[in-house]
C-alpha cells in the first residue's frame, strides 16, 4: 500500500475510534501518539504515557529521551536484551536504537529545563483549567512524597501533554477549575487527553475541546460541572 | 605517578569514613549503584551518615540493606516511594529516618553547581508547589525563579565500568546517571569498577569523569550483584 494510502486507512480508523467512548488508555495512546510531530524529541512518564511509545511508528523518527540519561530509547528489552545497565525511568529495561546518545543526569536535567524537548507526556492526579499540574503527591498524611522528574518536566518542556482517565474511580472529575492535590507545575499544561475528551490549555482562555469520544461538549460541561460552556 | 589511590578491597577504598559524613551513593534504581562499596560502608560501621541519592532503596540490597542496618539518619533523595521501597518506607512511618525530597534535575544541578564553584543558582523547577516553602524567588525577564544552593558531599560512592590508572573513568550506558555529577561534588570520591587498565589505553576522547575528581577506585568483580538481582 502507498504512504498516501496506508495514511488514510489510518485516517479512517481514527475517525472510527473517535465515535465511541470512552476510550481505553491504549486506544487513548495512540491518539496521543498520532499528534506527536514527525522528528520531536520528546518524554514519556511513567505509566499509562509509556504506551504512547508502541503506537509511534518508526517513520516518524520520534526521539525519546529517557531522563536517567539517554536519547533514542527504544523498546521494553526482553530475553536476551535485558541488560541492567539500560533501563528507562521507570527503572524497567529497555532497549537503544541506532543513534542513540547517553549523558549524565546533570546533562539530562539541562537538556529538559533548557527548553530542547519538544514535548512530554504525564499522567496526573488533576489538571486545572487554567493548566496547573497536580500529579506527585495526594497530600495525604500517610502518603511518602517523591517526586522524581515530574516538576522538572513540567517546567521543562515545551509542550506538556498530560494523559489521564477524566474521571476518577468514584467519578470526580479531574479537570477541575482548581486542583486541591498538591501542585507540580503552575500553568504548565498544554493539552489534556483523556477518555472522553482531548482538551487544549491555553492561560486564562479556559479548555477548548478539541476532540471528544462517545459524548457532546455538552455532556461534557455538565460531568464537568464547570462554571461556563466549553467550547 | 598519579595521586589517585587503588585499594585492594572496597573495604581499604571506604577506610575513613566517620560517623555523621554526608556521602553521595550513585544509581538510579539498581542501575549504577555502587553495591561494593555499600557493603563496605555497612561492614565499615560509619553511622548517622546523610546520604544523597536519587531513591532511598531497591528491595533488600544496596542501599536499602545501609538503611536497614540503621546507619543513615536522613536522606536526601528525589523518588523515595517505589513499589520495592519497602525498607525506607518501614523506616520513615517509624519515624527512624529524616526526608528531604528534592526535584530530581534539582538534584542533580545543586551537585553540579558544588562540584563548579556556583554558590547558588536561580531555577524555575518547583515555583508555586509545596517544594518552594521557604525558598528565595526572584523575577528575572518574566519568569520566576527559585534561589537554589549547593549540595556536597564529604564523600561520594560511585560505579563506572573502567578506571585506568590516572583515575579517568567511563561508565556503561545508563548505569552513567549520577556518576559524572557526583564525581565532583564531594571531598573524597572512591569509585568502584569492573576493570582498570593502563594509562594510554582508554581513549582520551572517550573519557567521562577525568581522574582528578577521583580519590580512589577499586576493582570489583563485574556485576556480580546486578546480575543476581536481574535473576
Known sequence: MSTAGRRADADERYRNLTGQGPLTMDELARVVARDI???AYGNLGIGHPTRVAEHLRPEAGVVLHTENGMLGMGPLAVGDDVDPDLTNAGKLPVTELPGAAYFDHASSFAMMRGGHLDFCVLGAYQVSTDGDLANWHTGAGDDIPAVG????????????????????????????????YPLTGVAC??????????????????????????ITPAELGQRLALPYTLR | ???????????????????????????????????????????????????????????????????????????????????????FDELYRAGKIELDVVPQGNLAERMRAAGAGIGAFYCPTAVGTPLADGKESRVIDGRTYLLEYPIRGDFALIAASCADEL????????????????????????????????????????????????????RVASHSRLDEVAR
Open chain 1, 37 to 39: 510531530p514527525r522528528g
Open chain 1, 149 to 180: 522528574g515530574a516538576m522538572d518536566l513540567a517546567i521543562g518542556a515545551r509542550n506538556v501533554l498530560v494523559m489521564m482517565t477524566l474521571f476518577t474511580r468514584s467519578g470526580a472529575p479531574k479537570l477541575v477549575p482548581r486542583c486541591t
Open chain 1, 189 to 214: 499544561v498544554s493539552r489534556v487527553y483523556t477518555d472522553y475528551a482531548v482538551f487544549d490549555i491555553s492561560p486564562g482562555g479556559g479548555p477548548r475541546v478539541r476532540q471528544t469520544f462517545g
Open chain 2, 1 to 87: 605517578m598519579s595521586r589517585t589511590q587503588f585499594p585492594s578491597t572496597p573495604l581499604e577504598a571506604v577506610a575513613g569514613i566517620p560517623d555523621g559524613a554526608t556521602v553521595l551513593v550513585g544509581g538510579f534504581g539498581l542501575a549504577g549503584m555502587p553495591f561494593a562499596l555499600i557493603d563496605a560502608l555497612i561492614e565499615h560501621g560509619a553511622r548517622d551518615l546523610t546520604i544523597v541519592s536519587n531513591n532511598a532503596g531497591n528491595g533488600e540490597v544496596g542501599l536499602a540493606a545501609l538503611l536497614r542496618a540503621g546507619r543513615a539518619r536522613k536522606v536526601i533523595c528525589s523518588f523515595p516511594r517505589q513499589s520495592d521501597s519497602f525498607v
Open chain 2, 167 to 218: 583515575g579517568n573513568l567511563v561508565y556503561r550506558r545508563t548505569a552513567r546517571n549520577f556518576g559524572p555529577v557526583m564525581a565532583t561534588a564531594a571531598g573524597t570520591v572512591i569509585a568502584q569498577v569492573s576493570d582498570i587498565v593502563p594509562a594510554g589505553s582508554m581513549d582520551p576522547e572517550a573519557v567521562v569523569t577525568p581522574g582528578i575528581y577521583v580519590d580512589r577506585v577499586v
